[in-house]
């Protein structure tokens, strides 16, 4: 197995920095410990796997668990570096991998929006279609900030995004779940978008208390039709959505069935933090 470097900045040579040939991960972490700790490192492991990246697991569990007690509370992001290949596309056999860790405050808006929900609007940047690259948290975000940056001229908190085709993919940096026909549904993730951490935990409590959720290939028509509608990710967590404004007209939904859903999967959620092991 390759080891990865440490590192605390960008060289002037390296790949992340001159071709977004890389990784990273944003974790929630209170009192030195991480949520969804062994989730975050499997997807790490397992993107890594699909850039061609060699990641050493018990390397990458002991640096995290060493910067989330030094940031104490709040977010820990860690970006993984190809490393340093100089000019050219072509990543050279004598790069190594490098991670660089930043510490940061929790949004404070986020607690708010768990309890009230976010207002959001459709937005007209739609994400390219690239199966090598679906699912993937990589480094390559310039989709996402044409995304936020019109969210500046909207009178939303959030913006739902679709693919290319039309189908709904996630949010501006969540991914969405709703409840319609007596069932959960969520977009499937492999040829554009982010597996998200919470999403995955999600998947698995659904599974586990035998609530089947439909993962499939939805237009906005569909979630329109919703009950209820969420967003969720590593940091906030579950939050409702109480309104869907396309060009056309806007959606109303009721947050308490979200509630309730927070509420049921609180438990499970804090059993995931890192033991310390």
């Given at each position: 197995m390759g080891q990865i470097i440490a590192a605390n900045s960008f060289d002037v040579g390296d790949r992340a920095a001159n071709y977004g040939d890389g990784l990273f991960t944003t974790m929630q972490v209170e009192d030195g410990r991480v949520a969804l700790f062994n989730r975050h490192v499997s997807r790490m492991m397992n993107d890594g796997e699909r850039l061609m990246l060699t990641l050493e697991q018990q390397q990458l569990e002991t640096a995290i668990r060493a910067h989330a007690h030094e940031c104490g509370s709040g977010v820990l992001k860690l970006l993984i570096s190809s490393g340093v290949g100089g000019r050219g596309y072509a990543r050279p056999e004598t790069a190594k991998p490098h991670m660089i860790f930043s510490h940061h405050p929790l949004p404070g808006h986020y607690t708010r929006w768990r309890s009230e929900g976010i207002r959001t609007r459709v937005s007209s940047v739609r994400l390219a279609i690239q199966p090598l690259l679906g699912g993937i948290k990589h480094l390559n975000r310039l989709e996402q900030i044409f995304i936020k940056k019109e969210l500046?001229?909207?009178?939303?908190?959030?913006?739902?995004?679709?693919?290319?085709?039309?189908?709904?993919?996630?949010?501006?940096?969540?991914?969405?779940?709703?409840?319609?026909?007596?069932?959960?549904?969520?977009?499937?993730?492999?040829?554009?978008?982010?597996?998200g951490v919470m999403r995955c935990f999600l998947l698995d409590w659904f599974e586990g208390n035998r609530m089947r959720v439909n993962v499939g290939r939805f237009?906005?028509?569909?979630?329109?039709?919703?009950?209820?509608?969420?967003?969720?990710?590593?940091?906030?967590?579950?939050?409702?959505?109480?309104?869907?404004?396309?060009?056309?007209?806007t959606f109303d939904f009721p947050a308490q069935p979200v509630r309730v859903l927070q509420q049921a999967v609180a438990q499970n959620y804090k059993d995931e933090y890192d033991s310390g092991a």
């Open positions: 500046n001229s909207f009178k939303a908190d959030d913006a739902i995004v679709c693919d290319a085709d039309g189908f709904v993919i996630e949010g501006s940096a969540a991914n969405i779940f709703w409840h319609r026909n007596g069932q959960w549904h969520t977009p499937e993730i492999s040829t554009c978008g982010v597996k237009v906005l028509d569909e979630l329109f039709q919703a009950d209820t509608v969420f967003f969720c990710n590593a940091l906030m967590e579950i939050i409702p959505v109480t309104a869907i404004a396309s060009d056309s007209a």
